[in-house]
Structure formats: C-alpha cells, structure tokens
C-alpha cells in the first residue's frame, strides 16, 4: 500500500528553521517525483518545490530567496524540505505528494499519492 507520511512541523518563531520529513512506503521513491505543496487557513493550496528522481529540483514559493532547500535520501525512501528565516506568512499545513515520472524537471501538477500533512505555525 503506497503512504506517504510528513513529520517535522512545529510551533517555531520568526526567524527560526524547520527541516519537514515526507517518508515513502509501498514504492521506491526515486523513481517517482515528490512535491511538497501547502494550504494556509482560507487560502488554496500552492507548491511549495518539488525533486525529480534524481534529484533535480524546482523552487516555487520565494524562488531566489533561498529559504526552501528539497533534498531526498533515496536509502532512506524520505525526502526532506528545508525552511529557513521562516515568516508568519509560512504559516500552513505542509504536504508531500508523489507521481511516478521520468521527466528530468518537476512540476507541480497530477500527483497520484498525498500525505495527510503536517502543521507549521510561525509565531511569537
């Protein structure tokens, strides 16, 4: 049965890091892209970045800021998205999805498999 589970979000301050965990079970992550996408409270859900398999990534959200770091550990079936110099705004249910693709670049469309996602709330 395919899963995908998110763990890492928190309560953090501004300013603060969080490193967000997607891991894979039931297929062989690296052969599928995984996306990380999230949903703030009344607003639609966007992505966030996603990697191909192997390895290539996209940046959506604050693209050339440099805050969101994708990476995935393929031994470990987990991918990991990195967020720094974290902001009220980043506030959201963060979410990991994968489609299996070959594609050399990642988008943020038809994804087949979702996690149930996990909450980062930025506050002081």
């Known amino acids: 049965q395919v899963q995908l589970v998110e763990s890492g979000g928190a309560l953090v301050q501004p300013g603060g890091s969080l490193r967000l965990a997607c891991a894979a079970s039931g297929f062989t992550s690296s052969s599928h892209h995984i996306g990380w996408f999230r949903q703030a409270p009344g607003k639609e859900r966007e992505g966030v970045s996603c990697?191909?398999?192997?390895?290539?990534?996209?940046v959506l959200v604050g693209s050339g800021e440099g805050r969101f770091l994708i990476s995935r550990d393929n031994a470990k079936n987990t991918v990991y998205l990195e967020i720094h110099s974290l902001r009220p705004e980043d506030t959201a249910v963060y979410y990991c999805?994968?489609?299996?693709?070959?594609?050399?670049?990642?988008?943020?469309?038809?994804?087949?498999?979702w996690g149930q996602g996990t909450q980062v709330t930025v506050s002081s």
């Open positions: 990697i191909t398999s192997s390895g290539g990534s996209t």
């Open positions: 999805a994968a489609k299996n693709s070959d594609q050399s670049v990642c988008n943020f469309r038809q994804y087949s498999y």
